[in-house]
C-alpha cells in the first residue's frame, strides 16, 4: 500500500473529506459488538475521519498509514479532540501481520479499512488479519460516499467537466466505490473464510463549493497535485459551472462490507 498522499494532499485531507454519522458507528459495533474491551485497526486511517471517533466505542484505536503526514495531521487532532486511546502507526497492508507483536499476542475486534481497500491486495490481506481478530470480530471494508465527480447529479456532472478541463482528459475513475468494487471485496472476504454482512447508511448533507474543490485535490497524489496558479483557476472554473452558488446537497450513501470470523 502505498498512497503519495503526503504534503498539501494530506491537508486537503483532512479539512475536507467527510467523517461518518452515529449510524455507522452503531452499525460497526453492532456487526462485531465492540466494547470497551476491544482494539481496533483502522488500516489506512488517513488523518482519522473513522478512526477518532471509533476510539469513543472501545478500548484503544490503531491508527495505521504509510503516509507520515497523514499520521500527523491525526494524532494532532486526536489531541486537540481530548482522544487519549488512540496510538498511530507507520505501516500498510503488508504489515499486518507485524501487528501481532504489537499486541502481544492480544487480538482484536475489528479491522476496519475506509475509502483504502483499492490500494490493498483484498485476498492477501483478508487472510493476514485472521489471526489478529477476535472469534465474533472481524473486517469491516467501508466505501465514504461515490466521488464527488462521478454522481448522477447536475453539480457533480459540471465538476466533473471542470476537472475533465485541467488534466485535459476524460475522468472515469470511481476508486471501487461502484457495485463492481463490492463484489470484489464481497467475493474476497468469504474466500478467505469470513461470514459475510452487509449494511448501508444513507443521509442528505450540505457540501460546500470549497469542500468540493478540496476534496478533489485530496485524491490526488502529491506529485500530481497542480501548482496553485492552476488550482486557483479550477476552484474558479468550478464556481462559474455552478452558476455562483456556494453550496449544494450530497446524498451521501455509507456502505460497510463485513466479514465476520465465525465463533468455533
Known amino acids: 500500500m502505498a498512497t503519495g498522499f503526503g504534503g498539501e494532499v494530506a491537508t486537503y485531507y483532512a479539512r475536507h ?3 461518518y454519522p452515529p449510524q455507522v458507528l452503531d452499525a460497526l ?3 462485531f459488538r465492540l466494547g470497551a474491551d476491544d482494539t481496533v485497526v483502522d488500516l489506512g486511517c488517513g488523518t482519522g475521519q473513522l478512526s477518532i471517533p471509533l476510539a469513543d466505542r472501545v ?3 490503531i491508527g ?3 503516509e507520515p503526514d497523514m499520521l500527523v495531521i491525526a494524532r494532532r487532532t486526536a489531541v486537540d479532540r481530548g482522544t487519549a486511546n488512540a496510538t498511530w502507526v507507520l505501516g500498510g497492508d503488508s504489515d499486518v501481520p507485524a501487528l501481532s507483536r504489537l499486541l502481544g499476542g492480544g487480538s482484536v475486534g475489528a479491522l476496519t479499512v ?3 481497500i483499492h490500494f490493498m491486495d483484498r485476498d492477501t490481506l483478508f487472510q493476514a488479519a485472521q489471526p489478529l481478530v477476535r472469534p465474533g470480530g472481524g473486517i469491516a471494508v467501508v466505501t465514504n460516499g461515490e466521488p464527488l465527480w ?3 447529479t447536475e453539480w457533480s456532472r459540471a465538476l466533473r467537466g471542470c476537472l475533465e478541463r485541467m488534466l485535459g482528459h476524460p475522468v472515469t475513475g470511481r476508486c471501487q466505490t461502484d457495485e ?3 463484489r470484489r471485496n ?3 472476504l468469504v474466500r478467505a473464510g469470513y461470514r459475510y454482512e452487509e449494511t448501508s447508511v444513507r443521509y442528505d448533507a450540505p457540501l460546500t463549493v470549497d469542500d468540493m474543490v478540496g476534496g478533489v485535490f485530496s485524491a490526488m497524489s502529491a506529485e500530481h497535485l497542480p501548482s496553485s496558479r492552476r488550482r486557483a483557476a479550477f476552484a474558479a472554473d468550478v464556481r462559474e459551472a455552478l452558476g455562483g452558488r456556494t453550496e449544494v446537497i450530497e446524498n451521501v450513501r455509507v456502505w460497510m462490507q463485513c466479514g465476520v470470523l465465525v465463533e468455533v
Open 17 to 19: 473529506r467527510r467523517g
Open 29 to 31: 459495533a453492532a456487526a
Open 59 to 61: 478500548g484503544a484505536v
Open 64 to 66: 495505521m498509514d504509510p
Open 114 to 116: 475506509a475509502v483504502a
Open 150 to 152: 462521478m454522481q448522477d
Open 180 to 182: 463492481d468494487g463490492r
Open 186 to 188: 464481497r467475493e474476497a
